[in-house]
């Protein structure tokens, strides 16, 4: 099996077909059993790693478009966050329909 820095074993049950076609198509590359489910599941890994991940430059490319919906509005006075201003505002704005 290939070494890499940090390894793990993992056992598991397969069924007598499943581990029949996996002999076969390790014997028809010529590598053991367990390397080639090894390699396969890190392939597999790493194809899901790639996908998930982008550039640097797509990332911003991203965050741009996502900045460009964000605005400010002016509405011609302060705002604020106290209870008292959004009480009074909503009042003004239900009052008026």
């Known amino acids: 099996m290939r070494c890499s820095a ?3 074993v993992l056992s598991f049950e397969l069924s007598d077909e499943v581990y029949a076609a996996l002999q ?12 080639f489910v ?25 965050r741009q478009r996502f900045r460009s919906h964000a605005g400010n509005i002016n509405l011609g006075y302060a705002t604020g966050v106290d209870n008292e ?4 505002d909503l009042v003004k704005a239900y009052s008026n329909t």
């Open 6 to 8: 940090v390894s793990q």
């Open 24 to 35: 076969q198509q390790a014997e028809d590359v010529g590598v053991y059993l367990a390397e």
């Open 38 to 62: 090894a390699t396969s599941i890190e392939q597999q890994y790493a194809f899901v790693r790639r996908e998930n991940s982008q550039p640097e430059t797509e990332k911003e490319a991203v």
């Open 85 to 88: 201003s959004i009480d009074a």
